[in-house]
Nanobody, 115 residues
Framework: QVQLVESGGGLVQPGGSLRLSCAAS????????MSWYRQAPGKERELVAAINRFGGRRDYADSVKGRFTISRDTAKNTVYLQMNDLTPADTAVYYC????????WGKGTLVTVSS
């Protein structure tokens, strides 16, 4: 049974950093494309970062390039999103997605950037 559990969200001041985790179970994360999305209040869900199978390619939304980094720990079967230099515009619920035949989603973790 495929499961994705996000963690690491919280309240952070502008300019701060957070690292989100997506713990995967029921499949081997390194063998599948995985990505992070976010949804801000009143807005559509948008792609933030993606990593393909085996990690050879990583893609980022223009709004987070140079600030966010997606990575994968094969031993822990976990995907991370390191977020630096956060701004209030980054406030959203962040979701992890895995492409395992079909798309599987976690329940999300809330990131609030505010002073």
């Amino acid at each position: 049974q495929v499961q994705l559990v996000e963690s690491g969200g919280g309240l952070v001041q502008p300019g701060g950093s957070l690292r989100l985790s997506c713990a995967a179970s029921g499949f081997t994360a390194r063998n599948h494309a995985m990505s992070w999305y976010r949804q801000a209040p009143g807005k559509e869900r948008e792609l933030v970062a993606a990593i393909n199978r085996f990690g050879g390619r990583r893609d980022y939304a223009d709004s987070v390039k140079g600030r966010f980094t997606i990575s994968r720990d094969t031993a822990k079967n976990t995907v991370y999103l390191q977020m630096n230099d956060l701004t209030p515009a980054d406030t959203a619920v962040y979701y992890c997605k895995a492409e395992v035949g079909t798309d599987y989603w976690g329940k999300g973790t809330l990131v609030t950037v505010s002073s």
